[in-house]
């Protein structure tokens, strides 16, 4: 079965630190791996997008790489800000082959990080 | 360019009652898509279109209807609502369903069913 499993469930830091969070997926065969940013009350929002050959992918203070060989990403946020706290949400791509439905997504529960002044 | 529209933002239903959930995008995107969203859960799909006519269901789609018949829209139809359907609803679009780009997602309709 196809699962996206993310860690650590929540996360408290204090404004201006670094901190990393990880996801790791058994989705195969793999096609893209995705990280989204979900602030309270909205809908998700896109952060970055690998595919298997890239290892490392930013998007300003956010960093995510991919391990497709351990089948590992993570996602690093730089001297985070209040605005970063959020759900996190890993989200990995199979290519299936059963007609129209040529793509399928497993979400992970994401994690729910605080920033605190 | 408003993205994807949801409305409405809130909804509360007694059970039994049926509704129609509306998303629309502007992007002219082919695929569109429902989610919903429990705690604890990762967005499990409802179901999806890859264009205009074309309709097919995702992993949780009992109790729920939709339809394509233009590219901007996409309302899911809740045929009688049960306390098990009280759940926060998404809906996404991409310009396709696969590598290209990532997922916009509308705002969201928290639904209640009592």
């Known amino acids: 079965k196809n699962q996206v499993e993310q860690s650590p469930q929540s996360l408290i830091i204090l404004e201006g630190k670094n901190c990393t969070l990880q996801?790791?997926?058994?989705?195969?065969?793999?096609?893209?791996l995705r990280w989204y940013k979900q602030d309270t009350g909205r809908g998700p929002v896109s952060l970055t997008i690998?595919?298997?050959?890239?290892n490392t992918k930013s998007n300003g203070r956010y960093t995510a790489t991919l391990d497709a060989d351990t089948k590992q990403s993570s996602l690093h946020i730089t001297a985070s800000q209040l605005s970063d706290s959020a759900s996190y949400i890993c989200?990995?791509?199979?290519?299936?082959?059963?007609?129209?439905?040529?793509?399928?997504?497993?979400f992970g529960k994401g994690t729910k990080l605080s920033v605190i002044p | 360019n408003a993205g994807v529209t949801q409305t409405p933002k809130f909804q509360v239903l007694k059970t039994g009652q049926s509704m129609t959930l509306q998303c629309a995008q502007d992007?002219?995107?082919?695929?569109m898509s429902w989610y919903r969203q429990d705690p604890g859960m990762g967005l499990r799909l409802i179901h999806y279109?890859?264009?205009?006519?074309?309709?097919d269901q995702g992993e949780v789609p009992n109790g729920y209807n939709v339809s394509r018949s233009t590219t901007e829209d996409f309302p899911l139809r809740l045929l009688s609502a049960a306390p098990s359907q009280t759940s926060v609803y998404f809906c996404?679009?991409?310009?396709?369903?696969?590598?290209?780009?990532?997922?916009?997602f509308g705002s969201g309709t928290r639904l209640t069913v009592v």
């Open positions: 996404a679009s991409s310009l396709t369903q696969g590598l290209q780009g990532g997922y916009t």
């Open positions: 996801c790791n997926y058994t989705v195969s065969p793999f096609s893209n």
């Open positions: 690998m595919t298997f050959s890239e």
């Open positions: 989200v990995v791509t199979q290519v299936a082959y059963s007609g129209a439905g040529s793509y399928q997504l497993t």
């Open positions: 992007m002219n995107h082919e695929y």
């Open positions: 279109s890859v264009g205009a006519g074309i309709t």
